[in-house]
């Protein structure tokens, strides 16, 4: 044999030697052998085999198909691993009861407090207009997905324009990220900062008000709002607003429509609110899948208002109505039952009670940049007719992940 | 596809040795090499044709060669292929960006490139280049004979164990193990130490560590402090990543029945940068002193051409870990202190001070300069750097400061350090493997892969180079 590296040769007695060999190599093995026994289907395989038999076409599509099943592939196997799901509680538990740390989506606060790691990069990150930042995300990203277009401005001066050709004024709404409203639960240093300080934000913000307005577009940013409340204005272990938060932000925002003086054709109808509980779990204490056995962070009760007709009827979104809210999970929550925080008493609910008037709803969650305005977009030019006003509420952290893609509204009516 | 990562350690490895040995030894490279493919075709398919198409082009170079037919010509297609394939891929967006940087400030923005294209950089195209020129240039100075067998040379270049993240192989290294090699329990049970040992490393220390790093490098400001925390991190984070990559691949090529040589010899316990380079990636450092630092004099030119030798070695190895500024600067400082240290005479410059202090003050040069390596470019890196001496704090970064001192991070950290220097190394812990021993690998390799499964994608760093 010829002349080998060291790492050729190793003391060990041959039983260790083979015991150990065994103990990994058939540990790994055992891993996909109990997956896989009992289910006669090809599980995640199946996707990816069919993908593969029907590739075609130009040699740059084939690789793009092939690549994005194959991460598919990967992450089914990941999520339908059963070591997976029964590791993961008792690793995450002992990782955020005792680390203090969360995992890659959530940040572990204080008193039992969680935060979204999106919104904690959004205010501790470099400014998001800045030229270096915008061409990371561009270039970032796996290389078979179209690359996002990270700058905000061209698509809601797109928008601005496009409604303002149909005559309807735009008023943009970013709503802050939990971290600062409530620093203070994140970080004990910040709990003895004054009233007048300002609020932490990323540094682009002010300069995405200024130029946004700088073209005619209102832009109302809730953060002062928020900040004055004497209740909670966010959930501890969800990502949203509190309820005081969404009814605050809804009368402010009233006030502000109605400073507009718009040539509402309707009158105002008078809705009634009704008090209600509700107990959810939060999405950010969700999103740790902690064992049963372990509750780090048991469900919240929050005091809802209903928003209800004369006859008691729940309120829902009027595709008639003169205002028009698009938005995200900050609109849904409270709104639609799938979030788990109850209906009739979200944003939409709540400034229709403030307005007086009916409020005409499109909300796409986790999509505040672009989803909502293609789902306006799709529903056809006629969802704007009789629109007075479109506002459009977005979560700052949008600002730093999503992908503002402009979207065509279609022809103008006349 | 990464090791750490659940589709490798319980689907592609499993398959990929029970395939392995269920054929006969005549059979196992082109086993070895077709998984080696697939290996390399997850993360990017059409990627595999670049892959064999330099291989083809070695081969055919180094049967030219071997035959003396045009053997000149056969070398300069060699090394012009590999050098154009590395220079297109990889520095092509670089040099079209440096030209639009260059006449935009030069106020000539009308003659700027403003590409749409951007080139995708092959996984490990820096590694399989480097290593598949060292096999023809080693047949051209008569130091190894060309193989024969087109399958066996496809298996040095695509080895999946070490093929997109070194060690770089040089192909006397291994040449007579793909002919002949011998599989053994004993071989197979180092393999898995090291394995276990490198996942460890790799997913308990390097990832905790580089999440340190990250709310420090990512954040738009941070306290001094925190600055030298987050960049001290990152080389606890870069040191176990790469070394855990390497003990890995090492551990993975033994359960193939191939010997790897060593890659890291505790660099970080150096008297001296250089010192440093003699342990830190040594694979590399070797390529670089046989195919350039020597053919381009040595220091048996003279004083000055040795300095520029040294210069031009640095820089272009800056440049080979990535085609941006900051890593030409992270290259040249190093090459500056390396020409210091013979300019003074390592004896001298640290003569009296003590083993503690010349092992502390390398080691900040070390951090000081992965700041760079780290940064996402020359601005960023010195931004860093201001933050490091207490410049441009924003009221946002006591966030970061509550997150990077919680026990995970920081107990992660401080056992990152102790590893470093106080731990044996994985090659001597390993040369002797007890009872207990065994024990304890596979109890460390069952903890990392029950961090892996909780951790989300986790590449390895030099897997971009």
New interface residues.
């Given amino acids: ?2 002349d ?11 039983l ?6 065994a ?3 058939l ?3 055992a ?2 052998l109990v997956q896989h026994l009992a289910p006669v289907d090809a599980g995640p395989f199946s996707p990816f085999f069919s993908e593969l038999t029907a590739l075609g076409g130009p ?2 599509e ?2 793009r198909r ?2 994005a099943a ?1 991460q598919d ?2 992450t089914a ?2 999520d339908e ?1 059963w ?2 799901e029964r ?2 509680p008792a ?2 538990w002992l ?1 955020a009861g ?4 969360g ?2 989506e959530t ?2 606060g204080r008193q039992g407090w969680l935060f979204y790691r999106p919104g ?2 959004y ?5 998001f207009l800045s030229a ?1 930042v915008l061409e ?1 995300r561009r ?1 970032a990203g796996e ?1 078979w997905r179209e690359p996002v277009e990270p700058d905000p401005r061209g698509a809601i001066l797109d928008f601005h324009r496009q409604l303002r050709q149909r005559g309807i004024p735009l008023l943009v709404m970013p709503v802050p990220t939990k ?1 600062t409203i409530h ?1 203070e639960a ?5 709990a003895d900062r004054r009233d007048d ?2 609020a ?1 934000q ?2 682009s913000l002010a300069r995405l008000r200024a130029e946004l307005e700088a073209d005619g577009i209102r832009v109302f940013d809730p953060t002062g709002t928020l900040s004055r409340l004497q209740s909670s204005a966010f959930l501890r272990t969800d990502s949203h607003w509190s309820p005081q938060g969404v009814d605050a932000v809804a009368r402010e925002l009233a006030g502000r429509v109605r400073l507009l003086e718009l040539p509402f054709a309707a009158g105002e109808t008078a809705w009634q609110r009704r008090p209600a509980s509700h107990e959810g779990v939060g999405d950010l204490a969700k999103t740790l899948r902690l064992p049963r056995w372990g509750e780090l962070y048991p469900p919240e009760t929050v005091d809802l208002e209903r928003v209800a007709d004369a006859r008691g009827r729940a309120l829902k979104s009027d595709e008639d109505a003169e205002v028009l809210l698009i938005g995200d999970s900050f609109t849904n929550v409270y709104s639609v039952p799938e979030l788990g925080w109850g209906h009739a008493a979200g944003l939409a609910e709540q400034l229709a009670y403030h307005l007086s008037r009916g409020v005409d709803r499109i909300a796409v969650n986790n999509e505040g940049a672009t989803g909502g305005r293609r789902r306006l977009a799709a529903a056809g030019a006629g969802r704007l007719d009789g629109k007075k006003l479109v506002i459009w509420q977005f979560a700052v952290r949008e600002l730093v992940t999503g992908d503002w893609q402009p979207v065509s509204l279609g022809a103008v009516r006349e | ?1 990464v090791f750490s ?3 490798f ?3 592609f ?2 398959l990929a ?1 029970a395939v392995y040995y269920a054929l006969p030894m005549r059979g196992r490279n082109l086993a070895l090499t077709v998984l080696s493919y697939v290996f390399y075709g ?1 993360a ?3 990627f595999v044709f670049l892959m064999l198409y330099s291989t083809l082009v070695d081969y055919f170079c180094g049967l030219a060669i071997a035959r003396r037919r045009g053997q000149r010509t056969a070398l300069a297609v060699s090394i012009v292929t590999n050098l154009s394939l590395l220079g297109f891929f990889k520095y092509f967006n670089f040099g079209a960006d440096s030209y639009d940087a260059l006449v935009e400030a030069l106020g000539w923005g009308h003659l700027g490139l403003d590409l749409a294209i ?1 080139v ?1 950089l092959p996984l490990g195209i820096s590694f399989y280049t480097f290593q598949s020129m060292s096999y023809t240039i080693d047949v051209y100075r008569g130091r190894t004979p060309a193989l024969a067998n087109p399958i066996d040379f496809a298996c040095f270049v695509a080895m999946f164990p070490q093929l997109v993240a070194g060690p770089i192989l040089r192909f006397n ?1 291994i040449s ?2 793909l002919l ?1 090699r ?1 599989h ?13 040992l490198g996942m460890a490393k790799k997913v308990l220390l390097a990832n905790p560590c580089g ?1 340190i790093a990250d ?1 420090c490098f ?3 400001s941070a306290a001094a402090l925190d600055a030298w925390y987050g960049a001290t991190a990152y080389a606890f984070q870069i040191y176990f990543d790469f070394s855990g990559y390497s003990d890995m691949a ?1 551990g993975l090529a ?1 359960l193939f029945g191939f ?4 890659n890291f010899d505790s660099p970080y316990r150096s008297q001296s940068i250089t010192e440093f380079w003699r342990r830190w990636h040594m694979s590399l450092s070797r390529w670089l002193r046989d195919y350039l630092y020597i053919p381009l004099g040595g220091n048996r030119l003279g004083t000055r051409r040795t300095y520029v030798n040294l210069a031009a070695v640095m820089l272009l190895g800056g440049l080979w870990h990535g085609a941006a500024w900051n890593f030409v600067v992270w290259g040249g400082l190093h090459g500056l202190v390396l020409a210091l240290e013979r300019a003074g005479g390592k004896e001298k410059v640290y003569a009296y001070w003590p083993r503690l202090l010349r092992v502390a003050w390398t080691f900040l040069i070390v951090v000081l300069s992965w700041v760079f390596f780290r940064s ?2 020359l ?2 890196a010195l931004r860093y750097l201001g933050h490091m001496v207490g410049q441009g704090t ?10 990077i001192y ?4 920081l ?1 992660t950290f401080a056992a990152a350090g102790l590893v470093v220097w106080a731990a044996p190394q994985t ?1 001597d812990w ?6 207990p021993k ?1 024990l304890v ?2 109890v460390l ?2 903890l990392a ?3 892996m ?4 994608y986790n590449p390895f760093i030099y897997f971009i180079f």
């Fill in positions: 044999m010829p080998l590296p060291e790492s050729a040769r190793t003391d060990v007695a041959p260790v030697a083979r015991l150990f060999t103990a990994c190599l540990g790994l093995a891993v996909p040699i740059v084939q690789n092939l690549q194959m592939l990967e196997l990941e691993s070591l997976m590791a993961l690793v995450q990782l005792w680390g203090g740390a995992n890659e940040y572990v904690f990069d205010l501790t990150g470099p400014p270096a990371r270039q290389s971290a620093p994140l970080a004990p240093s910040y300080e300002p932490l990323n540094p | 596809m990562s659940h589709l350690c319980f689907y490895l499993p040795l997850w990017h398919p059409a951007r995708t290294e007579e193990q002949e011998r053994s329990f004993e071989k197979a049970a180092r393999g898995c130490a090291f394995f276990a999440k709310f990512d954040a738009g090492i033994l010997a790897l040589p060593k996402a470019d601005t960023d924003q009221p946002a970064a006591g966030l970061v400061s509550e997150l919680r026990p995970y991070y107990g090659w390993t040369r002797r493997l007890t009872a065994a690998s596979v390799l069952g892969l029950l961090a499964e909780t951790q989300g």
